[in-house]
């Protein structure tokens, strides 16, 4: 009973080296969520992927990429890492995005450092 | 623009005593209210949801309470332990699209023996 898995737990660059952070659900749910989360600030929606084979900017989307792989894989890509970038990423699913009621099941998240 | 504020951002309890947190937002239109329970460290987990619809809505030691007409609600713990050490985060969604959460910064609560 995993639920939202990602990987690594804690990351640190250089500034202007890539990485892909991983994350996989087994809930069989159909949305999916990159977020960030910063010191004194709520957490900030990079992008999402509403099902398979869709994905959409969030908030915050600048210097991400993303890829929904299947169902149960969606990845972030960092091109170019910039200090700025440092923060705590969380992964979540959700059963439905259209429908708002659906509760949310988040990762344990990635500690990343850009120095 | 949709904002949510939370207060106090930190509060020290003694185990066993109750505690309020506050939840003021000014997202519309709205669709439904979270509550979620962050640890140190790991992700957030949902504590409970409710709809403009429902007033009240308990999962163990944890009450929720929601005035959607006066945009606000709160997080009643009870009998705190020790394992209540957390951030708790009010979360808003507005009618449409999960994909538009607005999270609050959180409430910091530390229970001590």
């Known amino acids: 009973n995993a639920g939202v898995t990602q990987t690594p737990k804690f990351q640190v660059l250089k500034t202007g080296q890539s990485m892909t952070l991983q994350c996989a659900q087994d809930?069989?749910?159909?949305?999916m969520y990159w977020y960030r989360q910063d010191p004194g600030m709520g957490l900030r929606l990079i992008y999402y992927s509403a099902s398979e084979g869709t994905t959409d900017k969030g908030e915050v989307p600048n210097g991400y990429n993303v890829s929904r792989l299947n169902k149960r894989e969606f990845s972030l890509r960092l091109e170019s890492a910039a200090p700025s970038q440092t923060s705590v990423y969380f992964c979540?699913?959700?059963?439905?995005?259209?429908?708002?009621?659906?509760?949310?099941?988040f990762g344990s998240g990635t500690r990343l450092t850009v120095v | 623009k949709n904002q949510v504020e939370q207060s106090p951002q930190s509060l020290i309890i003694l185990e066993g005593k109750n505690c309020t947190l506050q939840?003021?937002?000014?997202?519309?239109?709205?669709?439904?209210l979270r509550w979620y329970k962050q640890d140190t460290g790991r992700g957030p987990v949902s504590l409970t949801i409710m709809t403009f619809s429902e007033n009240t809505k308990s999962n163990g030691r944890y009450t929720a309470t929601l005035d959607a007409d006066t945009k606000q609600s709160s997080l009643h713990i009870t009998a705190s332990q020790l394992s209540d050490s957390a951030s708790y985060i009010c979360?808003?969604?507005?009618?449409?699209?999960?994909?538009?959460?607005?999270f609050g910064t959180g409430t910091q609560l530390k229970v001590e023996l």
């Open positions: 979360v808003v969604s507005p009618t449409g699209g999960g994909n538009k959460l607005t």
């Open positions: 809930m069989n749910h159909n949305s």
């Open positions: 979540a699913s959700s059963q439905q995005n259209s429908y708002a009621n659906y509760g949310y099941t």
């Open positions: 939840c003021n937002y000014t997202v519309s239109p709205f669709s439904n």
